[in-house]
């Protein structure tokens, strides 16, 4: 499977902004949709953003108008920027690949804190 390394992070003030960023590695035969979730503290893991390997884009929730996630194939990195942060945004945020349509990779996880 692929190998997913993320970098971006960090702690922001509230109507900041964040880029993230995402690079495959590896076995990336058959890579398909990379994307990104969240989990805050006590929830669930939730879809940000999904980008398709011909660039259509997909986004979940509240990050409507203010996400937005790109792709470079040819590095096999993913992007998120992550306009006009809120506290509700403060969470791990995982970057996430499938391949063959069956196999899910997941990322570390990158902490985003945004404070009010």
């Known amino acids: 499977q692929v190998q997913l390394v993320e970098s971006g992070g960090g702690l922001v003030q509230a109507g900041g902004s964040l880029r993230l960023s995402c690079t495959a590695s590896g076995s990336i035969n058959g890579l398909g949709n990379m994307g990104w979730y969240r989990q805050a503290p006590g929830k669930e893991r939730e879809p940000v953003a999904i980008?398709?390997?011909?660039?259509?884009?997909h986004y979940y929730g509240s990050v409507k108008g203010r996400f937005t996630i790109s792709r470079d194939n040819a590095k096999n990195t993913v992007f998120l920027q992550m306009n006009n942060l809120k506290p509700d945004d403060t969470a791990v945020y995982y970057c996430w690949a499938i391949q063959y349509m069956t196999f899910n990779s997941w990322g570390q996880g990158t902490q985003v804190t945004v404070s009010s």
């Open positions: 980008v398709t390997s011909s660039g259509e884009t």
